[in-house]
């Protein structure tokens, strides 16, 4: 079989990470968060005070700039990124960034060089479709709408932001409407992909349901 490549994709807040990066911690296999890559790109885009919808500019910002994944950690040109790329004003504004088709390309080949080295559990909106089309175990991950936004609800309150519930409905609302929308690798289940629903499911549920989805197909494949 080669490298594993797991591919673990859905909306803004169906817990997609977090779920990829402790999955990836059990099966002791590499993990591959494509959102903080985005993210540390958009991060960029502000702080180098370039116009959302300069997309000439921010394509040329992208070929420019290093991306560097170390463990879970974020580089950009060189330098750790962490708590900067959670903001809500990048969250605001990394799908407007993730939908330049030029951007995608250039991270995309990143992450391929990465899954061609590694195995992985790779996270994203497009990874089983677009980025890993051939992944051994695809997941498409969601949640309703209510429980996407009280997770990120909590995640910002616990990081000490101040935010309005209702802002995050919206955002969330938003992010999901130009993800599904956009031209170019949209936001949409692979035909082979296993949905599993986390409203109201432990983490801990739905990695152990994804690791013996894995299991099982290592032991039908160890059978042909």
């Known amino acids: 079989m080669g490298n594993l490549q797991i591919a673990i994709d859905g909306p803004a807040g169906a817990g997609k990470s977090t779920i990829a990066k402790k999955l990836a911690e059990r099966l002791n296999i590499t993990y591959i968060d494509t959102g903080a890559m985005y993210r540390a790109l958009t991060y960029k885009v502000l702080k180098e005070k370039i116009e959302i ?19 879970e950690d974020v580089y950009i040109d060189g330098h750790l990124v962490k708590e900067e790329i959670r903001s809500q004003e990048v969250t605001k504004h990394v799908s407007y960034v993730a939908q330049i088709p030029e951007v995608r390309k250039i991270l995309v080949d990143l992450q391929r060089k990465i899954a061609a080295d590694h195995s992985v559990v790779m996270d994203g909106r497009d990874i089983g479709t677009y980025v890993l089309p051939n992944a051994h175990i695809k997941v498409f991950l969601t949640a309703s709408i209510e429980e996407r936004a009280n997770r990120r609800y909590t995640e910002l309150l616990q990081k000490q932001q101040q935010i309005n519930f209702t802002d995050v409905i919206n955002s969330i609302k938003e992010r999901d409407k130009i993800d599904t929308e956009r031209e170019f690798a949209p936001l949409v289940k692979a035909a082979d992909a296993i949905i599993i629903d986390t409203t109201g499911l432990d983490v801990e549920v739905v990695v152990e349901k994804i690791q013996q989805i894995t299991k099982n197909k290592l032991e039908n494949q160890k059978n042909l």
Do not use: P, R, V, Y
Not at 53 to 71: R, V, W
């Open 53 to 71: 919808n300069s997309k000439d500019k921010i394509i040329k910002l992208a070929e420019d700039t290093s991306i560097t994944l170390l463990h």
